[in-house]
């Protein structure tokens, strides 16, 4: 067994993998308990799409699609609060043009990609064992700002995320946190696509905090709990999918759904354990 585990991390790809989900778990704890708990669900899926339009004008122009997917993520959340904001433009309508126009964007360019088309299978659908050294490099980064602002405005984040009213009668600049939380949701999205692909990430930002929400109400709970249910969700998926030769995306969160099933029955338990005893 050990000699297994010992020759499976012979390869610096697999090493790269528990890396980039152990990064990519702490980094969408933090942004999907802000998105949970500000019901921006419908928000992160619409960037995580728009973002497949820089991947195709990547592909067509010749740079890193991951470049392009990052520009276009951010300028589908900041869009999302301009077109909100100051052209009268309800968020979800705003966010249903930005998804199609997004996706229709990175089909047209991928189609006029001279040469051999891209396989778009590891974006779409994601597979962590491509992740690679200046991936996980861009991921640390990340980690590194966003564990520190959050650090920093623990209070202005938690005032956001629950009453935005409120927030503002302590004197918190709301639009300008609003739109940096936004580019964080942004960014993080951009780099998650490798793990589990464009269609699949809403998932790894919303059940790990969905699973902690079941347990606490507290905030800063929610995220450490969500980290260590994403990177359990993540290694379990990853390992699965080695084994048995799927896809480790798809793989990830059917581990993260059995997770919650699980959780949703202990809880389902401790309640009628607790009513017996009243």
């Known amino acids: 067994m050990l000699n297994t585990i010992a020759n499976f991390f012979e390869y610096q790809f697999v090493t790269n993998a528990f890396a980039a989900a152990l990064l990519i778990s ?4 933090m942004v999907g308990t802000y998105i949970v708990a500000r019901r921006l669900v419908f928000l992160s899926g619409g960037i995580t799409h728009a973002s497949f339009g820089g991947i195709g004008i990547g592909y067509y122009i010749g740079i890193n699609p991951i ?7 951010v300028l589908a959340a900041f869009g999302v609060e ?3 904001q100051k052209m009268n433009v309800r968020e979800d309508s705003a966010i249903g043009m930005l998804w199609s126009v997004g996706m229709a964007i990175g089909i047209f360019f991928i189609f006029l990609t001279p040469g051999y088309s891209p396989n778009l299978m590891t974006f779409l659908f994601g597979s962590i064992l491509t992740v ?11 980690n590194v700002v966003m564990v520190s602002f959050f650090i920093i405005f623990y209070k202005p984040i938690l005032y956001l995320a629950f009453d935005s009213e409120f927030a503002k009668t302590q004197q918190i600049p709301v639009k300008t946190f609003s739109y940096i939380l936004k580019g964080f949701i942004a960014i993080t999205i951009v780099l998650s696509i490798r793990m589990v692909g464009i269609i699949l990430l809403i998932s790894m930002l919303t059940i790990p905090p969905t699973i902690a929400n079941l347990f606490t109400k507290r905030f800063s709970s929610i995220i450490y709990i969500s980290a260590v249910v994403g990177f359990v969700g993540a290694i379990g998926g990853l390992l699965i999918s080695y084994n048995i030769n799927v896809p480790s995306g798809a793989t990830i969160i059917m581990v993260l759904v059995t997770i919650f099933a699980a959780a949703k029955l202990v809880k389902y338990i401790i309640i ?4 017996r005893g009243v």
């Open 26 to 29: 702490i980094a969408a704890a």
């Open 67 to 73: 470049l392009g997917a990052a520009a276009f993520a």
């Open 82 to 84: 301009a077109l909100s």
């Open 272 to 275: 009628r354990t607790q009513l």
């Open 132 to 142: 690679s050294s200046s991936d996980l490099i861009l991921l640390l980064i990340l």
